[in-house]
């Protein structure tokens, strides 16, 4: 959820009239224990306070002194940054990312993205992430951040999402607990007894946002081979740093997975994400325990 490439490092936690004119192709980096570095071929924004056209550009994040350098064979730039929003992964890389925004219109796409959540990686292929202002305008676009302006009008696209292993026989018997009027609809679904983890991956993902609803698709190959449908509302709550998503539906095929799905996010023990019944919260102003074995 794109909540992590230099798209989101350019844009998110600023407010803008509307959206600042930038254009980045074919973005490399990777961000690590609060500092990072990224590559572009090309980089040009418009940001009021500075118009810059950069060929070759070396671009270096830093979350102790809140700031971007920018560099290419001729100029340097420094700008201020707020990156409370990275605190919610301590690693990541990505690849192959491209950027253009006009004011009323926001486009990114990758071709990977790897997030590091010990024990496992994720890896996300081919991401698409837009968002459309042209309906929206006075007042209300003069106060909104490029984070709420998604919310209100976004469209997310994966082709395929790694998600980790998962052991068959827990899973099912998950299942059941939360669907106990469909054991054998389940039984017939879900065959594997196996107690040995087996990769799950994703395909297809689709996540439209609007109105600060969502809702969303994604399916789910390997032995399971079945849809599943979610959505909610989300709220960025700009004064606390935090972002709130209520989570109404997860069914996989006819099954309710809702609370399995709040119970895995929980269980990946992140500093800066909880869940309070139907509730994640990403708290983005939390920092988090920087030990030497924790990669949340």
Same mark, same amino acid.
């Given at each position: 959820?794109?909540?992590?490439?230099?798209?989101?490092?350019?844009?998110?936690?600023?407010?803008?009239?509307?959206?600042?004119?930038?254009?980045?192709?074919?973005?490399?980096?990777?961000?690590?224990?609060?500092?990072?570095?990224?590559?572009?071929?090309?980089?040009?924004?418009?940001?009021?306070?500075?118009?810059?056209?950069?060929?070759?550009?070396?671009?270096?994040?830093?979350?102790?002194?809140?700031?971007?350098?920018?560099?290419?064979?001729? $100029?340097?730039?420094?700008?201020?940054?707020?990156?409370?929003?990275?605190? &919610? /992964?301590?690693?990541?890389? #990505? !690849? =192959?990312?491209?950027?253009?925004?006009?004011?009323?219109?926001?486009?990114?796409?990758?071709?990977?993205?790897?997030?590091?959540?010990?024990?496992?990686e994720y890896i996300f292929t081919k991401v698409e992430i837009s968002s459309d202002l042209t309906d929206i305008t006075g007042d209300v676009v003069k106060?909104?951040?490029?984070?709420?302006?998604?919310?209100?009008?976004?469209?997310?696209?994966?082709?395929?999402?790694?998600?980790?292993?998962?052991?068959?026989?827990?899973?099912?018997?998950?299942?059941?607990?939360?669907?106990?009027?469909?054991?054998?609809?389940?039984?017939?679904?879900?065959?594997?007894?196996? $107690?040995?983890?087996?990769?799950?991956?994703?395909?297809?993902?689709?996540? &439209? /946002?609007?109105?600060?609803? #969502? !809702? =969303?698709?994604?399916?789910?190959?390997?032995?399971?081979?079945?849809?599943?449908?979610?959505?909610?509302?989300?709220?960025?709550?700009?004064?606390?740093?935090k972002l709130l998503i209520d989570l109404y539906k997860a069914k996989l095929g006819i099954f309710s997975i809702r609370g399995l799905a709040l119970r895995?996010?929980?269980?990946?023990?992140?500093?800066?994400?909880?869940?309070?019944?139907?509730?994640?919260?990403?708290?983005?102003?939390?920092?988090?325990?920087?030990?030497?074995?924790?990669?949340?």
């Amino acid at each position: 959820m794109k909540l992590t490439t230099l798209t989101a490092l350019l844009c998110v936690q600023a407010a803008w009239a509307s959206f600042p004119l930038v254009k980045v192709d074919k973005i490399t980096g990777h961000y690590s224990d609060k500092k990072g570095k990224a590559f572009a071929q090309h980089a040009s924004y418009d940001l009021d306070v500075v118009k810059i056209d950069h060929r070759n550009i070396e671009v270096e994040f830093n979350y102790l002194e809140e700031n971007l350098v920018l560099n290419d064979l001729n $100029t340097t730039v420094q700008i201020n940054f707020d990156f409370s929003f990275l605190n &919610v /992964f301590r690693t990541l890389e #990505f !690849s =192959g990312v491209d950027i253009k925004s006009t004011h009323k219109k926001f486009y990114s796409n990758l071709d990977e993205l790897k997030l590091f959540i010990e024990p496992a990686e994720y890896i996300f292929t081919k991401v698409e992430i837009s968002s459309d202002l042209t309906d929206i305008t006075g007042d209300v676009v003069k106060d909104m951040s490029v984070l709420e302006g998604f919310i209100n009008n976004g469209d997310v696209a994966v082709k395929s999402i790694k998600l980790g292993p998962i052991v068959p026989k827990v899973f099912k018997q998950q299942v059941i607990e939360e669907n106990p009027e469909l054991v054998k609809d389940i039984e017939s679904a879900f065959c594997p007894e196996s $107690t040995n983890t087996i990769p799950v991956m994703g395909r297809n993902m689709r996540v &439209v /946002f609007k109105e600060q609803t #969502f !809702s =969303g698709s994604l399916l789910l190959d390997s032995w399971i081979n079945s849809w599943l449908y979610f959505g909610g509302k989300i709220k960025n709550d700009q004064e606390n740093k935090k972002l709130l998503i209520d989570l109404y539906k997860a069914k996989l095929g006819i099954f309710s997975i809702r609370g399995l799905a709040l119970r895995t996010i929980r269980n990946l023990k992140l500093d800066s994400v909880s869940v309070q019944g139907n509730r994640i919260i990403v708290d983005m102003g939390r920092t988090f325990d920087s030990g030497p074995n924790d990669s949340k």
